[in-house]
Nanobody, 119 residues
């Protein structure tokens, strides 16, 4: 069974940077679309970025364009989210996601990692 584990979260000052990692085990990710989501207290979980299984397509939410960069390394079975220019409103629990790009396929989620942006 596919398992995802996020790491790299923590406390950072406004304008700072963090790099999140999501390591997969149990199943190779090369046939999965992958993505990052976040959820702030009292708010819905929202998508940040995703990369298709082929790696040909990468999409970003408007609120992170120009600041966040997502990547994947199939050889390491890992995905990353480089976050620059962090703002207090970026404070949330960040989750990685993976799914086979077939209608009805299940979503797999990590446990989440806390990112707090504060001075």
């Amino acid at each position: 069974q596919l398992k995802l584990v996020e790491s790299g979260g923590g406390l950072v000052q406004p304008g700072g940077s963090l790099r999140l990692s999501c390591a997969a085990s149990g199943v190779a990710l090369d046939h999965y679309g992958v993505g990052w989501f976040r959820q702030a207290p009292g708010k819905e979980r929202e998508p940040i970025s995703c990369i298709s299984s082929s790696g040909a397509s990468t999409n970003y939410a408007d609120f992170v364009k120009g600041r966040f960069t997502m990547s994947r390394d199939n050889a390491k079975n890992t995905m990353y989210l480089q976050m620059n220019g962090l703002k207090p409103e970026d404070t949330a629990v960040y989750y990685c996601n993976a799914r086979i790009e077939i209608s009805g396929a299940p979503n797999y989620w990590g446990q989440g990692t806390q990112v707090t942006v504060s001075s």
